[in-house]
Nanobody, 121 residues
């Protein structure tokens, strides 16, 4: 079992930055692919970024060049550095863990409870 806990969300003005953290429990953190998804009101959950167990990363086109995913194996923590934030980035952000690196939310077995990110114009 993997337990995930997000933190770092908040209210920021457009153009600002935030760093989201996903703390994990368990000794198997290094074996899992980890990802960030987000869900805005009235919209489906969408892929943001993922990092594989070997360090390979993938970012959605909508965040490329602005967001960066990373993980610290020693700290059992994953991060999402978000720069140049836009109002359309407003959503609840979730971290998730999967046995495979994929952009499909249905393939992720473990989820955190989410953290709210609000970007004002």
């Amino acid at each position: 079992q993997v337990q995930l806990q997000e933190s770092g969300g908040g209210l920021v003005q457009a153009g600002g930055s935030l760093r989201l953290n996903c703390a994990t429990s368990g000794r198997t953190f290094r074996r899992y692919a980890m990802a960030w998804f987000r869900q805005a009101p009235g919209k489906e959950r969408e892929f943001v970024a993922a990092v594989g167990s070997g360090g390979t990363t993938s970012h959605a086109d909508s965040v490329k060049g602005r967001f960066t995913i990373s993980r610290d194996i020693a700290k059992n923590t994953m991060y999402l550095q978000m720069n140049s934030l836009k109002p359309e980035d407003t959503a609840v952000y979730y971290c998730a863990a999967s046995a495979v690196l994929t952009v499909r939310a249905t393939s992720y077995d473990f989820w955190g409870q989410g953290t709210q990110v609000t970007v004002s114009s």
